[in-house]
Every structure is written in C-alpha cells, then in structure tokens.
C-alpha cells in the first residue's frame, strides 16, 4: 500500500504493477486506464512494459 510521503518514481513503480496485475486478471486496458483515471494510450504505454499484451480479440 502507498503513503502519501512514497517517492514518485515508487508510485509510478506501483500503479504499473498494480495496473499490469488487473490485466492479467482479465480486465481491458480501457477497464484498467479508467480505473487508474489514465487515458487508452498511456495505459497501454505502461502495461506493454509490465506484461504481455494480447493480441487483438483475445489472449495470445
């Protein structure tokens, strides 16, 4: 869990985790972006760094 007084870069660090986990789980990247109050394109930024994306109309 984060504190208000955690380092930037240990956020950022987080929510990616955070953010790649519920796309493991299954959610959308849009589901994940909304969630996260990110738009489409940096979510996906983010989760092509943290995992593997699938390909499109479903899991690789």
């Given at each position: 869990?984060?504190t208000?007084?955690?380092a930037?870069d ?16 299954g ?7 909304d969630?996260?109050d990110?738009?489409?394109g940096a979510m996906?930024r983010i989760?092509?760094k943290h995992?593997?994306l699938?390909?499109r109309?479903?899991?690789?």
């Open positions: 869990m984060l208000k007084d955690a930037p240990q956020v950022e660090h987080q929510l990616a985790e955070d953010a790649a986990r519920l796309y493991d789980q959610w959308s990247i849009r589901q994940v972006a969630k996260f990110y738009n489409y996906r989760l092509r995992t593997t699938s390909t109309g479903g899991r690789p």
